[in-house]
C-alpha cells in the first residue's frame, strides 16, 4: 500500500479507540461513511476494563449498541470505600441507574462490529497533516501517513488519545502529569469467586488507594493508584511491586484479588489530564479539524467518566454533521462542515473542562495524604456530601441523532 493516494473520503477519523469507534458509528447512522485510521496491528484493550455511569448508557443507547452489553454485565448500585488506617467503612451510592463496569474489548468490539469491515485501516501512523484551501472559504485535510499514503477528508477527527497528533496540529497544550500512576488489569478466579457485587475501594494516609469490582461470577477488574512511581518492567514485576511494596498493608481480599491477576492485562501508566482552562480556551478546532475523547479532553480516572465522555462526543458531533446533512437536502456538503463542527466545539467545551475539574478534584482529595485537614475532608465529608454532587455529572444526557436519508450508508 506504499505511495497509495486515496482521492477523497468524507471524514478520516484518526484513532481505533472507544472515542474513535464511537465516532464512525454516530456518522453511521446518519449516513455517512468514515475511515478510521488505527496504529495499532488490531483493536487495541489496553486498560483492561471501564466504568459506565448512566450518561455513558445514554449515548450508547442513542449510538444503538448498548443491548449488547447490558445482557452481560450487571449494574452496580453501591460500593464501599474502607480506611485501612482506621479500619473505618463507608457506603457509596451510585446514581439510581446503577453502573456497569464493563471489559473495555467488549466495548470496542461491540462498536467495531457496527462498522462496515473496511472503515478501519490497521498499522496506519499519521506522520503529517495539512490544509489545502479549496476556494470560496472551503477546505480539505490532507493526511500523511508514515508508509507514505496520503489521504484527503473533508473532515479530520482526531481521536488519537492523549498524546494526540492532531492535538498538537491544532495547537493545543500538552496534557501534564497529575502526579499519581495506576497499575490496571484483570483478576480471574477459574472456579468462580464468593465477593460481594459492589465496588470495593481501600484508602491509606500515603496516597495510595486501590480497588476492585466484580465483572462476572469470574473475573474482576482491579486497580493501584499512587503518587508517580516508575513501575515499568515485566507484567511479573508489576504485580510483585504492587504485592509487596504499594499494598503489602491492604486487607488480605485485595491482595488476593491482587494475585489472581491475568498477567497478560496487567499495565501501568502515569494519570494525565489536560487544564481546564486549556480546553476552555484552546483551540480545539480549525475549519474542517477538530478533536474527540482523551484527544480533547484527558482526564483522570477518579469519576470514570473517561469513556463515558468520549461516548457523548461521539453522540454530539454526529448529530451536528446529520443536522449539516438534512439541512442540506441529504447531502455531505463539504462547505458547511467547519460550522457544523464548531458547532459540536462550542457544547463540548465546557462539558469537557468540568468533568476534567471534577476528576482531578475528586482525585486530590482521596489522594490528598497525609495532612489532617485532607483526611479530614475524605474522611468526614468527601463521600457523604462531596461525592454525590460530583456523580451528578453523570445524569447528563447528551441526546440523541438524527434520522437522516442520505442513501449513503452501508
Known amino acids: 500500500m506504499k505511495g497509495e493516494m486515496k482521492m477523497m473520503e468524507d471524514v478520516v477519523i484518526v484513532g481505533a479507540g472507544i472515542a474513535g469507534l464511537a465516532t464512525a458509528v454516530a456518522l453511521k447512522r446518519v449516513g455517512v461513511r468514515a475511515l478510521v485510521l488505527e496504529r495499532s496491528q488490531g483493536i487495541r484493550a489496553t486498560g483492561a476494563a471501564l466504568s459506565l455511569f448512566p450518561n455513558a448508557w445514554l449515548a450508547l443507547d442513542a449510538l444503538g449498541v448498548s443491548h449488547k452489553l447490558t445482557r452481560s454485565y450487571d449494574p452496580f448500585l453501591k460500593g464501599s470505600v474502607t480506611n485501612i488506617n482506621t479500619g473505618d467503612v463507608q457506603q457509596v451510592l451510585f446514581p439510581d441507574q446503577g453502573i456497569r463496569t464493563v471489559h473495555r474489548k467488549a466495548l470496542l468490539e461491540a462498536l467495531a462490529e457496527e462498522l462496515p469491515t473496511d472503515s478501519i485501516r490497521f498499522s496506519s501512523k499519521l506522520a503529517a497533516i495539512e490544509i489545502q484551501e479549496q476556494g470560496g472559504g472551503a477546505s480539505i485535510a490532507v493526511v500523511h501517513l508514515e508508509d507514505g499514503t496520503t489521504i484527503k477528508s473533508k473532515v479530520l477527527i482526531g481521536c488519537d488519545g492523549v498524546h494526540s497528533v492532531v492535538a498538537r ?97 496487567i499495565t501501568w501508566a502515569p494519570l494525565m489530564y489536560r487544564h481546564p482552562w486549556r480546553i476552555i480556551f484552546g483551540n480545539l478546532n480549525k475549519g474542517n479539524i477538530t478533536v474527540a475523547g482523551d484527544a480533547m479532553h484527558p482526564m483522570t480516572p ?72 485532607v483526611r479530614f475532608l475524605r474522611d468526614r465529608l468527601f463521600f457523604k456530601y462531596i461525592f454525590g454532587f460530583l456523580a451528578g455529572l453523570a445524569y447528563y444526557n447528551c441526546g440523541n441523532l438524527p434520522a437522516v436519508s442520505s442513501g449513503k450508508e452501508d
Open 169 to 265: 496540529w491544532l495547537g493545543l497544550a500538552e496534557p501534564v502529569h497529575s502526579g499519581r500512576s495506576a497499575v490496571r488489569s484483570l483478576a480471574v478466579f477459574p472456579q468462580g469467586h464468593r465477593f460481594k457485587r459492589e465496588v470495593q475501594q481501600f484508602v491509606d494516609h500515603q496516597d495510595k488507594r486501590a480497588g476492585f469490582v466484580p465483572l462476572n461470577d469470574r473475573e474482576f477488574y482491579w486497580f493501584l493508584t499512587c503518587k508517580e512511581e516508575n513501575m515499568t518492567g515485566e507484567p511479573e514485576q508489576i504485580q510483585r511491586e504492587v504485592l509487596e511494596k504499594h499494598a503489602e498493608n491492604f486487607p488480605s481480599i485485595y491482595l488476593d484479588v491482587v494475585r489472581h491477576a491475568d498477567l497478560s492485562t
Open 302 to 373: 477518579d469519576l470514570g467518566q473517561g469513556g463515558g465522555s468520549s461516548l457523548e462526543d461521539a453522540v454530539v458531533l454526529g448529530r451536528h454533521i446529520g443536522n449539516s446533512i438534512i439541512k442540506n437536502g441529504g447531502q455531505f456538503v463539504e462547505g458547511d462542515m467547519a460550522k457544523a463542527i464548531d458547532d459540536y466545539v462550542k457544547e463540548r467545551r465546557w462539558r469537557g473542562a468540568l468533568l476534567v475539574t471534577g476528576s482531578y478534584f475528586s482525585g486530590w482529595i482521596q489522594q490528598g495524604g497525609a495532612k489532617w485537614w
